[in-house]
């Protein structure tokens, strides 16, 4: 009996399939779902969001390749009078014409492990100096050196830790940004199946109505019924057609939401396919749990959230006390008055230079620095564990509510088949004038009222089933992780 409602339903879309010809769409929830991953904005906000963090991750990536650069300074000319100062302090001013120009092609790769940086060269400059009508060449044929910070944070580190946890947490927030794109376009299918069942409902006791109003006007005429019956039919009458005029109303709302969130733009008719029960799938807290700490965006913010305030302290260590970097270089040089006397006989070149910076005086801000770090790493570690035990028990009672839900579709559904049969039965007994009409308007109530709470049964039972699906971003009906290309 429980299907009965089912059976209506499905014959209600028949028929208004069959009455509308080509131009309606018979819907299930999970075509519904799918239109709306497809099409809607939030779809493409989604999209384009995962397309960013993309990006930003290849850029990351990018920072640990090597990198090859071309820069120079074509042309240099140069036209005017530059200050210049004589042996005995004076200046004058001297007309100065030329053009400087440089080439240089640079090499670099940077060494995660020391956060140091390697590089080479190869430059090439030419002066023309207009006034004197000379040329002069000068370059470095090849050159390679070295920088290495000493006593610093070193950022290469710390971003091989954090960046790829940033990129794994945007690619599982795509996931759930659709996930959530199914939860909430589940309330907008249920306000439009809801709608339709209500014009249902009313279209039929609309007719009914009028049918028990003809019955009654004979046992009027009869003398079997009194005035005060017929007046209150003619009022169940007149409240009936308000009611589908209402119905239609909603339902018109309720479709133009869906079709909004969906990005459908034709106007087709669309009737909606009572989803199916599968109230006898079986999720356990456990499971979900586990899913959730191996899929969900949050568990792996919970170990970036941790890394960043690591990094932080490492970053104000770095930034005090003793601070110190070397450079070291060598290769070749030469100058002359033509290219291939750059590279003719190069003279040796080498360089070495260290830097050092060491505070005497800072009144504690260094120490203020690092204290302040670790403190906040201290708070993030607070934070993080009660976000855990909040999404714990945020899964747990989700899990309860689902099998709650589980239990109160079955109730609904036999509900709503013992009061289709009292219906009936009620009917028929007042027909037979075994009944009042205030017993058979309180039955007529009841079974209206059955159908209603069968769908919103429907309604809360799918919506904690997609709840638990954006908690642990796990199918339980195929027992799969959820992925999207």
Do not use: C
Request: zero cysteines; charged letters at 20%.
């Amino acid at each position: 009996m429980k299907f009965l409602y089912i059976i209506l339903l499905l014959t209600i879309n028949v028929s208004a399939f069959a009455s509308s010809g080509g131009d309606t769409l018979r819907l299930t929830l999970q075509q519904v779902v799918e239109m709306a991953k497809a099409n809607s904005i939030a779809a493409k906000q989604a999209a384009t969001v995962r397309e960013t963090k993309y990006w930003e991750y290849r850029t990351y990536k990018s920072n640990y390749q090597p990198q090859l650069a071309l820069s120079g300074i074509l042309p240099g000319y140069t036209k005017t009078f530059t200050q210049v100062q004589q042996p005995d302090g004076t200046i004058q001013f001297q007309p100065v014409h030329n053009d400087n120009s440089s080439l240089a092609l640079n090499f670099s790769q940077s060494i995660t492990a020391t956060g140091g940086t390697i590089y080479g060269t190869t430059q090439l400059q030419r002066f023309d100096d207009f006034d004197r009508h000379t040329i002069l060449y000068n370059g470095i044929p090849y050159g390679i050196g070295y920088t290495q910070p000493l006593f610093q944070f070193n950022s290469l580190k710390w971003d091989k830790r954090i960046e790829p946890l940033k990129y794994n947490e945007s690619k599982q927030a795509y996931i759930e940004a659709q996930e959530k794109i199914a939860i909430d376009v589940e309330g907008f299918f249920f306000d439009l199946l809801l709608a339709q069942v209500n014009l249902k409902i009313a279209e039929t006791n609309y007719a009914n109505t009028q049918k028990i109003m003809n019955i009654a006007n004979t046992k009027f005429e009869l003398g079997k019924v009194s005035k005060n019956e017929i007046l209150q039919l003619q009022l169940e009458q007149i409240n009936a057609q308000k009611a589908v005029g209402t119905a239609k109303r909603d339902m018109e709302i309720a479709t133009l939401n869906l079709r909004s969130y969906t990005g459908q733009e034709d106007d087709n008719k669309i009737v909606l396919v009572v989803p199916e029960n599968i109230s006898q799938m079986t999720v356990s807290s456990d499971k979900v749990l586990a899913e959730a700490f191996a899929n969900r965006s949050d568990a792996i913010a919970f170990l970036r959230r941790v890394a960043e305030a690591q990094r932080d302290v490492a970053k104000a260590k770095g930034q005090s006390g003793l601070t110190a970097s070397i450079n070291a270089n060598l290769g070749y040089s030469n100058t002359a008055t033509s290219i291939p006397g750059v590279y003719k006989n190069p003279q040796n070149q080498q360089v070495l230079q260290v830097e050092l910076s060491v505070p005497i005086l800072d009144w504690g801000r260094s120490k203020s620095r690092t204290k302040t770090a670790q403190a906040n790493q201290q708070f993030t570690e607070y934070a993080v564990e009660q976000d855990k035990q909040t999404f714990k028990q945020q899964i747990v009672t989700q899990v309860s509510l689902f099998n709650v839900m589980k239990e109160q579709l079955v109730y609904t559904a036999k509900a709503d088949s013992i009061a289709s049969e009292k219906y009936q039965i009620a009917r028929e007994r007042y027909v037979l004038g075994d009944l009042s009409i205030t017993d058979l308007g309180i039955a007529f109530r009841e079974n209206d009222q059955a159908k209603r709470d069968y769908v919103a049964s429907l309604r809360d039972f799918w919506g904690a089933y997609y709840q638990l699906r954006y908690l642990s971003l796990y199918d339980f009906e195929t027992n799969s992780k959820i992925t999207y290309k």
